[in-house]
């Protein structure tokens, strides 16, 4: 699989809900993931989010056997690189590069 000159990973494309946070212990707000790579998702929202901003995104984790509980989940810390509104519909798509992983269960 090839992978554009501007980009080091491939994408893999799925939709998935998600939550995301100014900070770890904040209000999160709703989402939808579009895509993802090793070290970044796509998603949509309501909220725009200005590049540079760092936000954490929580997601359910999905493994096998896994009962949901505080550990069902995976929280993830990034910096926004772009924000652009979609079609005029007051959503945004927000592309996310991870530079930290609070917990051990990574994408």
Known sequence: ???SANRNFARSYCKADLMFS???????????????????ICFETE???????D?????????????INPEAYRILKG?????????????????VQFYETLNKNVL
Do not use: H, Q, T
Not at 27 to 32: F, Q
């Open 1 to 3: 699989m090839s992978v």
């Open 22 to 40: 100014r900070n770890k212990d904040g209000d999160y707000n709703r989402a939808k993931m579009i895509n993802c790579c090793v070290n970044g």
């Open 47 to 53: 909220n725009a989010l200005p590049p540079g901003n």
């Open 55 to 67: 936000i954490c995104i929580k997601m359910v984790n999905n493994e096998p056997d896994m009962e």
């Open 79 to 95: 910096r926004v690189k772009w924000c652009r509104e979609i079609d005029d519909s007051f959503r945004y798509g927000i592309g």
